[in-house]
């Protein structure tokens, strides 16, 4: 960047380039102060505008991602069934050598109204619980 002269030559010539090189800074100055300008307007824009607008391309961004992910990944991009509603994810299953316990889960016996209960469906969830190592003393 040049620097302004702190006074002014005397010869025409050495003003004249003097002259030039402030108008070359004024000029790149101004350019710059263009170029923020315009970036603090989309930055003001992202912040203050609609939220909607932004939470849209948000999400058209992440569709793209995750599309461009299953294509280098080779796989197809589930479409999910006809309803829109997307495919459930799967995971592998937890290794069978890991103990498990059965929890069954029931409502009761008896209805209030004094009708029997019968069973409408069965889930089936497997959870993997973290139980930190326990300190024993073994005499």
Known sequence: MLDAPKTLP????ELRETAE?????VKAQALRIAKLEHQLAGHNRHRFGSKSESLDQLQL???????AA???AGEDVP?????????KPKRKP???ELPRIDQVLTPGEACTC??????????VTEELEY???RVRHCA
């Not at 090189?21 to 800074?25: K, S, Y």
């Not at 961004?61 to 599309?67: A, H, K, N, Q, V």
């Not at 004094?114 to 889930?123: C, V, W």
């Open 10 to 13: 005397s010869d025409p010539g």
């Open 21 to 25: 090189g402030l108008l070359d800074l």
């Open 61 to 67: 961004r992440l569709e793209e991602d995750e599309t």
């Open 70 to 72: 299953a294509q280098v």
């Open 79 to 87: 479409d999910g069934d006809a309803e829109g509603q997307k495919a």
């Open 94 to 96: 937890l290794p069978p």
């Open 114 to 123: 004094g009708g029997k209960l019968r069973t409408i469906a069965e889930d």
């Open 131 to 133: 139980v930190p190592g």
